[in-house]
């Protein structure tokens, strides 16, 4: 694999003008369009007595729901955990990749640990956390597809779910021009490549594991985009839950059950996660 260097389907091709204005709306839609909630603090949730997680309910080994219609994954594990830090049970809100800020910005959800790539954009609409997973963003499609550069992007039919850290890669790195295919969700887009709707994708690190479940052998990540870090997020200026998940997220990391989590989801370790973000602030103002 190279470094980049050099719902439902869309139907228009689009430039890659439009389609970054389109993103930058559509990341920006929930601060001016969904009345922004009333704060919510650690009290107010024990009060309540629930803890309602906003999570991805199609995107294993992040967040699903499993054949019973239990919500499984490793956002799951911890969204389970930070309930059981407030004393709380746990309730979860499976959400579409677009609609996890609204959700969150209107009030059906107290937070969201919902795959939340940590991006400027999204910072200026929601308070993140400290990161607590780290994810790689790539390019995937069938082995005998020849993508080497991003120009050979611009040679085939790209999907992506909608509003996702892979939209935003793949409209950065594309060549104008390029058939960007967006869906509702992880699993659309997947789907979308199993049936030839599109000759690529823009993954995160599991797409290649999940493919193989369908077709196994045949796709590898042609490119890789960016490694970023994925936070929990709370609304703008709720200092209490913000301070309150930093520290829960502090104390998984020291007590083990961050390292737990990720080995039983990812067969992995923990990285090492960075004391900072540029534009990117984890701490409450």
Not at 15 to 22: D, E, F, I, P, S
Not at 94 to 122: E, H, K, Q, W, Y
Not at 217 to 241: D, H, Q, S, W
Not at 266 to 271: E, G, Q, R, V
């Amino acid at each position: 694999m190279k470094n980049a260097n050099d719902g439902r389907p869309g139907k228009l091709m689009v430039g890659r003008r439009q389609v970054l204005l389109g993103a930058a709306v559509a990341l920006a839609a929930p601060a001016v369009l969904v009345r922004r909630a009333a704060a919510v603090t650690p009290a107010e949730i024990k009060g309540k007595g629930k803890l309602v997680v906003g999570i991805q309910g199609d995107n294993p080994p992040w967040g699903f729901v499993n054949s019973s219609g239990k919500q499984e994954g490793f956002d799951a594990d911890i969204g389970a955990l930070f309930a059981a830090e407030l004393g709380v049970p746990v309730e979860f809100s499976p959400l579409a990749v677009a609609n996890r800020i609204p959700a969150l910005t209107s009030g059906r959800v107290d937070i969201l640990f919902a795959t939340m790539g940590m991006l400027p954009d999204r910072a200026k609409v929601v308070q993140f956390s400290k990161p607590y997973v780290a994810n790689i963003i790539s390019l995937v499609a069938a082995k005998g597809t020849e993508i080497k550069t991003n120009a050979d992007m611009g040679k085939v039919t790209i999907g992506v779910p909608r509003s996702s850290v892979q939209d935003t890669q793949v409209t950065n790195n594309a060549p104008a021009g390029t058939t960007i295919r967006r869906f509702d969700d992880d699993a659309a887009t997947i789907q979308a490549l199993l049936s030839g709707q599109v000759q690529a994708v823009g993954a995160n690190m599991f797409y290649v594991q999940r493919l193989d479940q369908a077709k196994p052998g045949m796709f590898e990540n042609k490119l890789e985009f960016t490694k970023l870090y994925n936070g929990a997020c709370t609304r703008l200026g709720e200092k209490e839950i913000n301070a309150a998940v930093n520290a829960f997220i502090d104390k998984i990391k020291a007590n083990g059950d961050l390292a737990k989590t990720y080995a039983k989801w990812m067969k992995l370790s923990p990285p090492e996660f960075p004391a900072s973000i540029e534009n990117i602030p984890f701490v409450a103002s």
